[in-house]
């Protein structure tokens, strides 16, 4: 008798075991109709998450840029400073990236490439999240808005992200998607936060910020607008002059992208020459690249287009750019756009006042994504690409596998690109010709020359079949330097007792 007296006592808030299973079922049967976004966003995140994994392991995964936050974050978890001798510049010198500070204790659990792999896809896929809850609170029920999450999760821009290794700009995904959510539904404090979570992602999150400011500004609130235009310029400065200047010694290194000279030249090319400026834009397919980008949405942002204009910033500047990978869908650069179009695009779709057309421009939207998935995309029976990787039980794999296994944890090694993401948990280790012939390392102002410390190199890991670019470099030390192991087309070596 007192034994189910005290069970009865025990249930939470003193309610019986029968009252807390009725708040179970009650608290199951609200969530069953939004539970097909969560399976859009669990499935997105299983695939891309096992996909990346598998070309990690079948060395697809390359020291740029995967290596690059793999041994920054190793580093940083292991209280050392950040100072990645892949590329010869600190971590957060080359980009203000100081939102992976909270990724470092990830690293105290599983360092490893893998949980930048699992990261960065549920973060991407978190960023349906946003879209689904704006779409529930401007057009109601469950399946449109389940529906226009899960057009998001088909981009080929979302997807080239997630497999152009890791990145950092992943997390502007949710959290620009969650700043704009706070914006229109009004929760100034969940807004004022996304948003400086969004400015320590990178330098250049102020080309989102301030444009979100200027709408708040407009249609919200004076006062928080301004500050939120006046923070983000701020921490633009800030991050570019003090931080990045003071780990790197000069503020950015890629303002080479800026066309005609930068600035001032292009705004003398505009007004002398304007048909060059005009020919430029017209070239390397940045035309093609903003339809890539607009067409999953079937343009219907254009109907009321201030939610999407939020994008115009950052995607001017991709298309501005001389770097062509800025205008790829391909590549990282696009990926917080992808979640401003879609927030955009269901603003205007709130503006169309008939259900049917409602219903009939949602289905058009998804038929258009699946379209560009199908083109442009990498997913499996819905794709025409397929991304060309090694299986881990690939021979060459097994190969690579055995020769990485001689090598000593704390050697000072130059390796192959590819080779790197497995042996970069080491205070210092250099992609090959690096440091025998310096390339794209340090302010890169050293290109083509042998750096001083070219005589500490204790081991190379390379491939028996150099290209004929690199394979100069190593006949001139190849006198230096023992074989300890080859297996088959891969050999490691160690510098020789005789070497310098």
Known sequence: MSTAVDAADTATDGESPSALSQRGARFLRAGIPHLPVVVFMAMYAAYFSRLTIEIYRGYGQPGFDMGLYDQGLWLLSRFHAPFVTIMGRDLFGDHAALILLLVVPLYWIYPSVVTLCVLQSIVLALGALPIYLVARRYLGGYV??????????????????????????????????????????????????????????????????????????????????????????????????????????????????IPFGGLHGLLTQTLRKPGTVVKYFLGQGRPFYLWQMAIPSGLLFLRAPEIAAIAAMALGANVLSTFGYQHLVQYHYSLAIVPIIAIGTVYALAKVRREQWRLTATVAIVLLSLWSTYLWGELPALSQNKVPHWKPSNPEVHNIDAVLSALPPNAVVSAQYSYL??????????????????????LLNEEGRRLPFADQIQYLVLPVNLDSNTAPVFEQIRSQFVVVRRVGDVWLLRRSASGP
């Not at 100034?188 to 999150?205: F, G, N, Q, R, S």
Request: contains cysteine.
């Open 421 to 442: 993401t497995h042996i970069d948990h080491r205070v210092r280790v250099y992609q090959w010709p690096t440091p025998f012939r310096a390339a794209y390392w340090g």
């Open 144 to 257: 449109v808005p389940s529906l226009l999450a899960g057009a998001v999760l088909l981009s080929p821009a979302l997807q080239g992200g997630n497999l152009e290794q890791f990145h950092p700009d992943c997390f502007l995904v949710p959290l620009v998607g969650f700043a704009i959510y706070a914006a229109l539904t009004w929760r100034p404090w969940m807004l004022v936060t996304c948003a400086v979570l969004c400015l320590l992602v990178k330098e250049d999150a102020a080309l989102l910020i301030v444009p979100l400011g200027i709408w708040v500004w407009y249609r919200r609130d004076q006062r928080i607008g301004a500050r939120l235009v006046v923070g983000s310029l701020l921490a633009a400065f800030v991050s570019v002059q003090v931080v990045m200047k003071g780990f790197f010694g000069v503020p950015e290194l890629h303002a080479d992208r």
